[in-house]
């Protein structure tokens, strides 16, 4: 199957400095990669569909300039929290838009504020 | 807008004895994609099963099949020979079918299986 790598698993920070996320394709080329924020023991939050190439669309309620979603390649797509504050603090996945349409998934990466 | 539903938060199971898992979806589109996928206690989402709704055949991979009926728009997951390790949250997914751009996942509340030794 196709394998998605996520960077860090884990990373702590200090409240009002920037993280960034690293995402992955490691065995196909994905034109569209997707952001989700998940809490715990409750389902994945859309947080933005990026392109490659392309701007990022957000999700209704997403704040563009705290999320920022890079995806300059069709292997790797950064999401950098800016200005990150406790509220910040979750579980962030992404995943790959692989073959027929299916999506593949990171491992996420815990963000803790502090 | 689409809307997937999963009426049981939580299910049990013997190990080596099948379950079943519900899931509803509500849509206007004909060309589109179910899914299921599985989150361990690792959280890594794991595709678990896909089924395209222009076919009328079940989608089946091993111990795992599906019961889909479009006209009540119904996509159930059945787990045979259940074992420890399909312990996991269950998540039931739709995405709507647009061609090379591809299209979001909408996915439902999700069904917490323990499998009990």
């Known amino acids: 199957g196709a394998v998605v790598s996520q960077h860090p698993s884990r990373v702590i920070c200090k409240s009002g400095t920037s993280v960034k996320i690293e995402c992955r394709s490691l065995d196909f080329q994905a034109t569209t990669m997707f952001w989700y924020r998940q809490f715990p023991k409750q389902s994945l939050m859309l947080m933005a569909t990026?392109?490659?190439?392309?701007?990022?669309?957000?999700e209704q309620g997403v704040e563009k300039d705290k999320f920022l979603i890079n995806h300059a390649s069709l292997t790797l797509s950064t999401l950098t929290v800016t200005s990150a504050h406790p509220e910040d603090s979750s579980f962030y996945i992404c995943?790959?838009?692989?073959?027929?349409?299916?999506?593949?998934f990171g491992p996420g990466t815990r963000l803790t504020v502090l | 807008a689409q809307t997937v539903t999963q009426s049981q938060p939580e299910m049990s199971v013997q190990e080596a004895e099948t379950v079943t898992l519900s899931c509803t979806y509500d849509?206007?589109?004909?060309?589109?994609?179910l899914f299921w996928y599985k989150q361990p206690p690792s959280r890594q989402m794991i595709l678990v099963i896909r089924?395209?709704?222009?076919?009328?055949q079940n989608a089946t991979e091993n111990r795992f099949s599906v019961n889909f009926q479009k006209a009540a728009k119904s996509f159930s997951l059945k787990i045979s020979d259940s074992q420890l390790g399909d312990t996991a949250m269950y998540f039931c997914?739709?995405?709507?079918?647009?061609?090379?751009?591809?299209?979001?996942?909408?996915f439902g509340e999700g069904t917490q299986l323990t499998v009990n030794p």
């Open positions: 849509t206007s589109e004909s060309n589109y994609y």
């Open positions: 089924q395209e709704a222009y076919k009328q």
């Open positions: 995943s790959g838009r692989g073959g027929a349409d299916t999506q593949y």
């Open positions: 990026s392109n490659e190439g392309s701007k990022a669309t957000y």
């Open positions: 997914a739709f995405m709507k079918h647009v061609g090379t751009s591809g299209s979001r996942l909408t």
